[in-house]
């Protein structure tokens, strides 16, 4: 069944999304998820997981697993040419409200440390720096700033 809010669509992820949203994975990410991660999440009884479509067209996803009260935040992906319109506020919103009604009271994730225009977002929503997790990504040995916010 899908939730429609304002102006996306939500639907829980499934195997039938993959292909559909491995093009914007890898436009996405210098170190992106694999089809077979994507496959995970779809069978992990822990994995609050949707898709996001537009008019129809799926424009992102994203997702959260759900540890006791703790919503730790696995992705919040918006294809490029949708970016910068609230699109990904939306669907980052659109999780927190699933993982309140989960019993999640706290929400954390890590960022890119040169992803500032997710961290800027983030910050609006009142998600604070909590800690920095040095050379998280291994490809690039970038540090993640980890961050969290009460629900």
Not at 122 to 138: L, W
């Amino acid at each position: 069944m899908a939730i429609t809010r304002s102006t996306l669509e939500f639907e829980r992820l499934s195997e039938n999304h993959i292909a559909q949203l491995m093009p914007i994975e890898l436009d996405a990410y210098p170190e992106p998820w694999t089809a077979r991660m994507f496959r995970d999440e779809t069978r992990n009884a822990r994995s609050h997981f949707v898709v996001a479509r537009l008019e129809g067209v799926l424009t992102g996803y994203g997702g959260f697993w759900l540890v006791l009260d703790e919503a730790h935040i696995t992705s919040v992906t918006i294809k490029l040419d949708a970016r910068g319109q609230g699109y990904g506020r939306e669907l980052f919103e659109y999780l927190l409200d699933i993982a309140r009604e989960a019993g999640s009271r706290i929400a954390t994730l890590e960022v890119r440390d040169s992803n500032m225009p997710a961290q800027n977002l983030y910050r609006s929503i009142g998600f604070k720096q909590v800690g920095i997790r040095k050379g998280y990504y291994p490809k690039s040995g970038e540090d993640a700033i980890v961050m969290s916010a009460r629900l």
